[in-house]
């Protein structure tokens, strides 16, 4: 069950003994100090005098979220001691108040009748960067909201954060503001997101500091990280590995396609892992582009190509005689829809075998036919997809010819795709020409 139905039924149960051990005390109480050497802000009125969603000061950061506490977020109330022990999951738009809650040394008064008030004395929040303490009281009065009241600690010393919670039938929906800092971007990783023959890939998550509705990158060029979460995006950057690579021309045909399967599923587990964890933080339908250069970008392209039905088409083909699952995904649900290409120098014939190039349809058909088929097949299925291919003029690793023939293969299929050059050889493009080719897809 969720915070509040379940707080609610522990009121219930602990309505009797409330009434009569705590017969005396005011109306309105007013919570104790925790003993802790930071002082526990005290809320001023009980939560039936609680106007919901206060305006945000202009001195201060908005934060918008939920206060999940159902079996998969490991709520629970225990029983004991000075009080109740509550443990929720707090996820909202700003990494720094995210993390799990403790609400320790539970008081439930009578306020007159049959409505009860809870105030949660010690309330913590915790996360890898810091800490918060505060309290939390709510009603049961027909107003099911209540707010809460918290002090930085640690790296966050000299903060505020304040917000007002109510219930919206499937969690506490919450708003609030944080006061005495600007939201800042953070990094993680390496975090692990995929395995290949028992070795861990792993990737970098790159976060602004407001999540609420950012669009995700997955890319192999860090430096674009930092533009892009300036921008609100949330940029993932996997390290993508070809675990059959043997230098020779067209290996990445042997065995059926094996190779193509495993460095393809590698991006389908990093988008995989970027929507769960944009997920964590109330962000549960983001726009997803892909961005790669040279080889990865053909395999980016496939990917991007056959959208959510990606795992489905591989196992269809693995049935008839193609190469099984070459990778295990840290998460292996969720979808694998790209909204956007942005593909860089890319070898892009071998992947989408759908006309000639070097090592295309005519090279396919002589050397795998079926491979063939089912990789050109990708091309139309996901016609919405968005492609923006930048390419070098100069060239003499892929040439620039290969950029023009996918783009005319997809403009003839009816996709919005078109290229742009710069000077320059088998190098990735100037990072502002990038920048600005992604923040368009994403219609910035």
């Not at 949660?120 to 709510?138: L, M």
């Not at 969720?334 to 759908?354: E, F, K, N, R």
Request: hydrophobic share 40%.
């Amino acid at each position: 069950m969720r915070h509040r139905l379940i707080l609610l039924a522990a009121l219930a149960l602990v309505a009797p003994l409330a009434a009569c051990s705590d017969s005396g005390r005011d109306a309105t109480p007013t919570p104790t100090d925790s003993p802790t050497t930071t002082a526990t802000p005290a809320v001023a009125s009980a939560p039936t005098a609680v106007t919901p969603f206060h305006a945000v000061p202009a001195d201060s950061v908005g934060v918008t979220g939920e206060l999940i506490c159902d079996g998969s977020a490991g709520g629970t109330i225990v029983a004991g001691g000075p009080g109740w022990l509550f443990v929720c999951e707090l996820h909202t738009s700003d990494r720094r108040v995210s993390g799990t809650q403790t609400d320790d040394s539970f008081r439930i008064y009578e306020t007159g009748g049959a409505a009860l008030v809870w105030v949660a004395e010690d309330s913590v929040i915790v996360n890898d960067e810091g800490r918060w303490r505060g309290i939390v009281q709510a009603g049961d009065s027909g107003t099911p909201c209540g707010e809460a009241h918290y002090v930085g600690e640690g790296a966050y010393d000299g903060l505020e954060f304040r917000y007002y919670f109510c219930d919206t039938g499937e969690a506490a929906e919450l708003r609030g503001w944080i006061t005495g800092g600007e939201p800042a971007p953070w990094r993680e990783g390496p975090e692990e997101y995929a395995y290949v023959n028992g070795e861990s890939l792993s990737l970098y998550v790159h976060m602004p500091a407001d999540l609420t509705g950012a669009p995700i990158v997955v890319t192999g060029s860090p430096e674009l990280a930092e533009g892009l979460v300036d921008e609100g995006v949330i940029v993932v950057e996997p390290a993508i590995k070809d675990p059959y690579d043997t230098g020779e021309p067209g290996e990445l045909l042997n065995d059926h396609g094996a190779p193509i399967r495993a460095m393809a599923e590698q991006y389908a587990c990093a988008i995989r892992f970027a929507r769960e964890r944009a997920a964590d933080d109330g962000n549960h339908d983001p726009l997803v582009v892909l961005n790669a250069f040279s080889v990865d970008a053909g395999t980016a392209a496939h990917v991007a190509l056959l959208g959510a039905t990606f795992e489905d088409r591989w196992d269809e083909f693995a049935a008839a005689g193609g190469p099984p699952g070459q990778i295990q995904c840290e998460n292996n649900s969720g979808s694998t829809h790209v909204d956007a290409l942005v593909g860089m120098a890319g070898g892009y014939d071998m992947i989408m075998p759908a006309y000639d190039g070097e090592y295309g349809r005519a090279y396919q058909l002589e050397r795998d036919p079926e491979l063939q088929q089912f990789l050109a097949s990708a091309i139309g299925v996901h016609p919405g997809l968005k492609v923006r291919l930048l390419h070098g003029t100069g060239d003499d690793v892929i040439p620039l010819e290969r950029s023009i023939e996918f783009e005319s293969a997809l403009a003839s299929a009816g996709y919005d795709a078109q290229l742009t050059t710069f000077e320059g050889g088998h190098v990735e493009p100037p990072g502002e020409l990038v920048l600005s080719t992604i923040l368009e897809v994403l219609g910035r």
